[in-house]
Nanobody, 127 residues
Framework: QVQLVESGGGLVQPGGSLTLSCTTS????????IGWFRQAPGKERDGLSC???????YYEDFVKGRFTISRDNAKKTVYLQMNSLKPEDTAIYYC?????????????????????WGQGTQVTVSS
């Protein structure tokens, strides 16, 4: 079973940047589609982006142009580079993995049904 650990969260000022990491273990990383999600207090969990094992990427409209997802198969790690952060980006950020999962418009539900999830990392955007 895949294990995922997020890191890189913290406190950042509006307009600042952070890079989150999602490190996996226990599986053949290359076979997994990885997604990033977030959940703010009192709100539902939102999908942000995913990266297919082929390297294909997908972004939700509200992060497109600000967030960049990438993967390093040798390190079994996926990154989420976040720029121009806003207070409304404050949330717990999670990564998840789905074996041979899709990455595109309908990626969210398979992650909810079949995904393995990390424990999350807190991102706070505040002055």
């Amino acid at each position: 079973q895949v294990q995922l650990v997020e890191s890189g969260g913290g406190l950042v000022q509006p307009g600042g940047s952070l890079t989150l990491s999602c490190t996996t273990s226990g599986v053949t990383f290359d076979d997994y589609t990885i997604g990033w999600f977030r959940q703010a207090p009192g709100k539902e969990r939102d999908g942000l982006s995913c990266i297919h094992r082929t390297g294909y990427t997908y972004y939700e409209d509200f992060v497109k142009g600000r967030f960049t997802i990438s993967r390093d198969n040798a390190k079994k790690t996926v990154y989420l580079q976040m720029n121009s952060l806003k207070p409304e980006d404050t949330a717990i950020y999670y990564c998840a993995a789905v074996l041979n999962g899709i990455c595109g418009r309908y990626y969210y539900t398979p992650f909810v049904i079949d995904g393995s999830w990390g424990q999350g990392t807190q991102v706070t955007v505040s002055s």
